[in-house]
């Protein structure tokens, strides 16, 4: 082990959610056809808590750590596969640590895989690995932007498509989004806004992001859910249609508003779309979701995330919850859009809806880089805690400082 260049990785206790950091040899053998990066930067949201929640399986619960998958930025420092080159720029799916040896398939010219044959095969865009050199959404400049929102826009954006084809559920014309203040809730405003139909978009969210989610001016009105049922919007127009998508993903919230639209005297509520579970916490997450599905009746052996979308959700079999729960996944409809579409189609609107985002979001929110072990412990500690407010945009490096990332990719470069 170089003692003056080890390995380091942020590490999660399943037992109290705790951030631990774990140092190991930096890794020296490269097997054939792997690569091994220097994780750069990589940006934090409740999308990894989420996706960390569901990729937990009671199989590995007995180990006391695990690690959060993190959409960040990699340059490769050694390579044993013939198609890529030392001094690469990447942009993917990687754990948070300094370094990493990964196996390579199917590479292409502007992406390659991370062979993960225990997923299905659908899920495969989480083992996708984009070489930023042939991606034409890539400048350098934006790769804030890009680890950030990336993922989270095109989930928003493939949404917004989905009800688009289905003609919004019979043209409903009141969209309400729960977690309106988080980037997935907003970015699925703003593609509905861009969408140009005649809707109005409502959001919810908690008390304290009530201004924040205002002042983003991409909903028509925002409430906080304390108090939304006594609004007039949701005491009027017993005529009109409603779309709810939930980006919250508590039970609770979901059975009030179910309820609410099962009066007569409101609108109807035509659609009820799971899109994000925000307040799932990596604690008991996967024994509250075992309890949550014997409480409703669901399949034990269904993992919730093998969710297939358009079937039952783990709420569908209660009594209260109509109409029935919808689960949206990016890859599953994306699946269908690749039969539909002509792949330079889709690959021309991923350059041209990116580039319109990167200008509409400018001051959405703030960028707070975190460089540093101890520094981004302390970040992970005040998300456990619920420190972390909506306007702020979270990119960590394990690197001591970005001056150090950038010096040493240098280095590599110029081995070249
Ligand atoms: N279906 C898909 O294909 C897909 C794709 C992308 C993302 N998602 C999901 O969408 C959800 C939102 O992800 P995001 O990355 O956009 O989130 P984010 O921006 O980090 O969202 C933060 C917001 O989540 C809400 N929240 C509730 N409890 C929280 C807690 N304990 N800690 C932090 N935030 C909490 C708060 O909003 P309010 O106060 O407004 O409630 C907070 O402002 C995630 O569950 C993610 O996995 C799904």
């Given at each position: 082990m170089s003692l003056r260049d080890p390995n380091y990785t942020l590490c999660v206790s399943r037992l109290t959610s705790e951030p631990v950091v774990v140092r190991s040899p930096k890794p020296t053998h490269v097997p054939d056809h792997h690569i091994l990066i220097r994780v750069d930067r990589f940006a934090f949201s409740a999308n990894n808590i989420t996706n960390q929640v569901l990729a937990e399986h009671p199989h590995f619960r007995h180990k006391t750590h695990g690690v959060l998958p993190f959409w960040g930025f990699a340059t490769v420092?050694?390579?044993?596969?013939?198609?890529i080159e030392v001094g690469e720029r990447l942009l993917g799916f990687f754990a948070p640590t300094r370094y990493l040896v990964l196996p390579l398939s199917d590479v292409g010219e502007v992406s390659m895989y991370i062979p993960r044959p225990h997923l299905p095969a659908d899920r495969s865009i989480f083992s996708k690995v984009v070489r930023c050199k042939s991606d034409p959404a890539y400048q350098p400049f934006t790769e804030d932007l890009m680890m950030l929102y990336r993922p989270l826009f095109w989930a928003s954006y493939w949404c917004e498509d989905w009800l688009s084809c289905s003609d919004y559920r019979g043209n409903c014309e009141n969209l309400l989004v729960s977690s309106a203040s988080s980037k997935t809730g907003y970015l699925f405003a703003y593609c509905a806004r861009n969408a140009d139909r005649d809707i109005r978009l409502i959001g919810l969210t908690s008390k304290k992001h009530v201004s924040f989610t205002k002042h983003l001016g991409l909903y028509d009105e925002v409430y906080d859910y304390d108090t939304f049922l006594t609004t007039k919007t949701f005491q009027s127009n017993p005529g009109r249609k409603w779309i709810y998508v939930d980006v919250n993903g508590n039970a609770a919230l979901t059975t009030k508003i179910h309820k609410h639209f099962s009066s007569d005297y409101t609108g109807t509520l035509a659609a009820s779309i799971s899109l994000g579970l925000a307040t799932k916490s990596p604690i008991v997450a996967w024994e509250q979701q075992l309890a949550l599905d014997a409480q409703l009746g669901a399949d034990p052996t269904l993992e919730p995330n093998f969710h297939v979308m358009g079937q039952k959700s783990s709420c569908a079999n209660d009594p209260d919850i109509w109409p029935q729960r919808e689960q949206f996944f990016t890859p599953e409809w994306l699946a269908v859009r690749k039969k539909q579409m002509d792949p330079t189609e889709i690959c021309a609107l991923a350059k041209s809806e990116w580039s319109r985002l990167v200008q509409d979001c400018q001051g959405w929110v703030e960028m707070e880089q975190v460089y540093g072990i101890d520094g981004v412990v302390k970040a992970y500690e005040r998300i456990l805690h619920g420190d972390v407010a909506p306007d702020k945009g979270l990119i960590w490096s394990l690197w001591d400082q970005e001056a150090q990332v950038q010096a040493d990719n240098m280095m590599y470069q110029t081995r070249l």
């Amino acid at each position: 082990m170089s003692l003056r260049d080890p390995n380091y990785t942020l590490c999660v206790s399943r037992l109290t959610s705790e951030p631990v950091v774990v140092r190991s040899p930096k890794p020296t053998h490269v097997p054939d056809h792997h690569i091994l990066i220097r994780v750069d930067r990589f940006a934090f949201s409740a999308n990894n808590i989420t996706n960390q929640v569901l990729a937990e399986h009671p199989h590995f619960r007995h180990k006391t750590h695990g690690v959060l998958p993190f959409w960040g930025f990699a340059t490769v420092i050694k390579s044993s596969h013939s198609k890529i080159e030392v001094g690469e720029r990447l942009l993917g799916f990687f754990a948070p640590t300094r370094y990493l040896v990964l196996p390579l398939s199917d590479v292409g010219e502007v992406s390659m895989y991370i062979p993960r044959p225990h997923l299905p095969a659908d899920r495969s865009i989480f083992s996708k690995v984009v070489r930023c050199k042939s991606d034409p959404a890539y400048q350098p400049f934006t790769e804030d932007l890009m680890m950030l929102y990336r993922p989270l826009f095109w989930a928003s954006y493939w949404c917004e498509d989905w009800l688009s084809c289905s003609d919004y559920r019979g043209n409903c014309e009141n969209l309400l989004v729960s977690s309106a203040s988080s980037k997935t809730g907003y970015l699925f405003a703003y593609c509905a806004r861009n969408a140009d139909r005649d809707i109005r978009l409502i959001g919810l969210t908690s008390k304290k992001h009530v201004s924040f989610t205002k002042h983003l001016g991409l909903y028509d009105e925002v409430y906080d859910y304390d108090t939304f049922l006594t609004t007039k919007t949701f005491q009027s127009n017993p005529g009109r249609k409603w779309i709810y998508v939930d980006v919250n993903g508590n039970a609770a919230l979901t059975t009030k508003i179910h309820k609410h639209f099962s009066s007569d005297y409101t609108g109807t509520l035509a659609a009820s779309i799971s899109l994000g579970l925000a307040t799932k916490s990596p604690i008991v997450a996967w024994e509250q979701q075992l309890a949550l599905d014997a409480q409703l009746g669901a399949d034990p052996t269904l993992e919730p995330n093998f969710h297939v979308m358009g079937q039952k959700s783990s709420c569908a079999n209660d009594p209260d919850i109509w109409p029935q729960r919808e689960q949206f996944f990016t890859p599953e409809w994306l699946a269908v859009r690749k039969k539909q579409m002509d792949p330079t189609e889709i690959c021309a609107l991923a350059k041209s809806e990116w580039s319109r985002l990167v200008q509409d979001c400018q001051g959405w929110v703030e960028m707070e880089q975190v460089y540093g072990i101890d520094g981004v412990v302390k970040a992970y500690e005040r998300i456990l805690h619920g420190d972390v407010a909506p306007d702020k945009g979270l990119i960590w490096s394990l690197w001591d400082q970005e001056a150090q990332v950038q010096a040493d990719n240098m280095m590599y470069q110029t081995r070249l």
